[in-house]
């Protein structure tokens, strides 16, 4: 691929970043409201406006490394009605999880574009960017299921750890971080998010192909 084939795939793709981000911390809003919490809500986090939760240099990792991250949404757990204390569980999944069903939605898209149109979802331009946004979105839930503060695995982990294990991942949040980034910008961390982020693309492709399959 040329450079300047190269430079417009990521310009065109750039949008599809903020729409990732934008759904992945809406989703943990929307959760956490639906519990009972307004905490996103009254800090105007609860929008689908990409400028309230862009966070740059997690723009930059998912355009150039194809994982990446967005501000957290403020959540308080103490506010939950519905589900109590648990209910951490399930808003930190509600991002990764909106991530992979978006991912699914396309890739259900271009089965049906294959069958109806298989000039247009065969187009170069078009099997570029859709393949990247599909990878951002995977690799965006794969990313953020790391249980290292302040990824929502973390919180995930820490529901299920003893007090004392919890407390010790809170305290070293800082250090813990730092030790992400520099997994990132190194490229050591790929290593782990591309092989979880491909049996999730098999998964969700397989069962994408089957549907259109039945209706083809």
């Known amino acids: 691929m040329g450079l300047v084939q190269t430079a417009i795939i990521k310009i065109i793709t750039l949008p599809f970043i903020f729409i990732c981000l934008t759904v992945h911390e809406f989703s943990h809003g929307w959760v956490a409201y639906r519990q009972g919490d307004t ?30 991250w967005a501000k957290p949404v403020p959540v308080n757990p103490y506010k939950f009605k519905k589900s109590g204390a648990r ?8 991002g990764p999880f909106s991530n992979i069903v978006f991912a699914f939605l396309l890739l259900l898209v271009w089965e049906i574009m294959a069958v109806t149109v298989p000039d247009a979802a065969q187009n ?14 995977v690799g965006l ?7 290292v503060p302040p990824l929502d695995g973390s919180r995930v982990l820490t529901y299920f750890l003893p007090y004392s294990a919890g407390k010790w991942l809170e305290n070293n949040s ?38 259109v399959g039945i209706f083809a």
């Open 39 to 68: 905490t996103a809500k009254d800090a105007g986090r609860l929008s689908l406006n990409p400028m309230k939760h862009v966070d740059w240099l997690g723009v930059l990792a998912m355009l150039f490394l194809g994982f990446g």
């Open 87 to 94: 209910g951490i569980v399930w808003v930190s999944l509600a």
């Open 124 to 137: 170069f331009y078009f099997t570029n960017i859709m393949s990247g946004v599909i990878l951002l979105n």
């Open 141 to 147: 839930a794969v990313f953020n299921l790391i249980p």
């Open 174 to 211: 800082n250090l813990l971080y730092m030790l992400l980034i520099l997994a990132v910008f190194t490229g050591s961390l790929s290593k782990i998010i591309f092989p979880a982020a491909n049996v999730i693309l098999d998964g969700i492709g397989w069962l994408a192909h089957f549907i």
